[in-house]
């Protein structure tokens, strides 16, 4: 801190560390994201704590991954979570890369990979040679993409248990019509 007069001037020195963000705790668990047209794959995430477990991924080096919580920011209901990947991919054109995406969560309904197709990559990634610093703007380069539904598989499995029963109960009761 340094004083000058009747003012003070705080200087304050941040160092980008490898701190890592946390999932809410009222997504940790599978979802169910659904088909999505653009990566042709059912889209399903596995929240644990900072990671992203067992994401699959259409890349010919690498089908599925663990991705860690690099960073998070509020944008209104948003959460904004940038993931970056754990398992190092074989190298692609001989060149070692990183990659990211970005994930738009707003409650616990709905997300949007913000990440724009990778066609090198064939899935929503942003790739860089391993080591090379991303900005948020490089990896969240997709603003505005429409929301998808997002259903925790257990609550899945209870709809389809409670559908499956409404079914059977239906069914005897139509055996007991005349």
Not at 56 to 84: A, H, R, W
Not at 167 to 172: M, R
């Amino acid at each position: 801190m340094i004083s000058f007069g009747f003012g003070m001037l705080v200087i304050c020195v941040i160092s980008h560390t490898d701190a890592s963000c946390q999932f809410k705790d009222s997504l940790h668990g599978k979802w169910n994201g659904g088909y999505d047209g653009e990566t042709r794959k059912n889209v399903v995430f596995n929240f644990d704590g900072d990671t992203l477990r067992d994401f699959t991924l259409n890349m010919p080096t690498l089908s599925q991954t663990d991705f860690t919580c690099v960073e998070s920011f509020q944008k209104g209901d948003t959460t904004i979570y940038t993931l970056q990947n754990v398992e190092t991919p074989q190298p692609i054109f001989g060149i070692q890369i990183d990659i990211y995406f970005c994930l738009a969560v707003n409650g616990e309904e709905e997300y949007s990979i913000q990440t724009g197709f990778n066609p090198i990559l064939k899935d929503k990634v942003y790739g860089v040679k391993a080591g090379k610093s991303v900005t948020i703007d490089d990896i969240c380069n997709q603003n505005g993409k429409e929301m998808n539904e997002m259903i925790r598989l257990k609550d899945q499995m209870r709809e389809s248990k409670e559908i499956t029963r409404l079914f059977d109960a239906l069914e005897t009761e139509l055996e007991d019509l005349p």
